[in-house]
């Protein structure tokens, strides 16, 4: 009997072994069978069990069922380890870091123009504006008349238009400013509207040092319950000491522009005494808001409009716009 009870503590002890053994759930799946299916040392040892007086039988009988229990114990145990195993190998090698970059190797950058786009979103993000996006491809009804540029308006001569050949004649355009932008955030949400659109936008124009037909600007539009005049100003000195620094302040001078009024030419006056111009700004336009769908006897606000290369222009000290474009090597790589 006690050599019995010794076959099933070998039996026992056997099985837990090549349990421990197992390096993989395949593996381990064949060592079930071996140390639990019908041929196993633990399953044989029950026919023994039979010849046994009641006692002994009870005896060996639990010793059994506990060796069972336990080497059943073992392999849940051992699978759920041998999975997470597996989990962690097969995620090591799909591993792909797009991210990855070569210390030592510098790679690239990005491009001069998104550098001063996203500081700029930076810059307003932190004082509380969302970023709003419009179309490239915009209506002529967005990019003019939304904006109080009557049919026939002289300014609207002045913006030298890319006609997109879609749809009726005249109707659709390639957005020669970022204005648009107001028009559907204001559609899209009700104010209170603090926001910013950074975008390309195009014009028929000859490249040379300072204009290229494709060019970028940042829309600001603010519409709340008693904005003024002098919140137009504040915000955008706030935002020169933010963006350029305390030593620089802002001036606005008496402008026009079809969708505000009054409206005004905002500058920077930099440190070495002279002034930068940087786009126009103004008391959004009662007409404006109303193609917006805002009520001009509830709300009020301010828009603005800066010409985006220019940050960038200055900020890096170039000279010439075309050298964004060129792709030219001898000059990214300076930067
Ligand atoms: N959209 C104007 C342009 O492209 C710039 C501008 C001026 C935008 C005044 C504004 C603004 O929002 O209030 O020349």
Request: net charge negative.
């Amino acid at each position: 009997m006690s050599e019995l009870l010794d076959r099933v503590a070998r039996a026992r002890e056997g099985a837990l072994g090549r349990v421990g053994e197992a390096t993989s759930t395949d593996e381990l799946r064949l060592v079930e069978t071996e140390v639990l299916g019908k041929r196993a040392d633990l399953i044989e040892l029950r026919k023994s069990v039979g010849a046994l007086g009641p006692d002994e039988r009870r005896r060996v009988g639990q010793a059994l069922n506990e060796a069972r229990a336990e080497v059943e114990g073992a392999l849940a145990a051992r699978r759920s380890d041998l999975a997470a195993e597996d989990r962690r190998r097969r995620l090591e090698a799909e591993r792909l870091d797009l991210s990855e970059v070569v210390p030592s190797r510098r790679l690239g950058h990005l491009h001069l123009v998104s550098q001063a786009w996203e500081q700029l979103e930076d810059v307003f993000v932190g004082m509380g504006f969302t970023v709003s996006e419009g179309p490239e491809v915009e209506t002529e009804w967005f990019n003019f008349e939304a904006l109080n540029f009557a049919e026939g308006h002289p300014a609207r001569d002045s913006f030298d238009t890319l006609w997109v050949d879609w749809g009726e004649p005249g109707q659709t355009l390639l957005r020669t400013h970022t204005s648009p932008v107001q028009i559907r955030a204001m559609l899209a949400t009700e104010p209170p509207l603090y926001t910013i659109c950074p975008g390309r936008v195009f014009r028929q124009d000859t490249p040379d040092a300072t204009h290229m037909p494709v060019f970028h600007q940042i829309e600001g539009l603010v519409v709340d319950r008693g904005i003024t005049f002098g919140d137009l100003a504040g915000t955008l000195e706030a935002f020169t000491k933010a963006y350029f620094g305390g030593e620089f302040t802002s001036r606005l001078r008496p402008s026009y522009f079809p969708f505000t009024e009054p409206s005004a030419e905002f500058d920077v006056l930099r440190p070495d005494g002279s002034w930068l111009e940087l786009g126009g700004c103004g008391m959004v336009h009662p007409n404006v808001l109303r193609s917006g769908g805002v009520d001009p006897e509830e709300w009020s606000g301010f828009a603005f409009g800066f010409g985006l290369d220019r940050f960038a222009l200055m900020r890096h000290r170039v000279d010439d716009l075309r050298e964004f474009f060129a792709g030219d090597l001898r000059f990214l790589t300076q930067f």
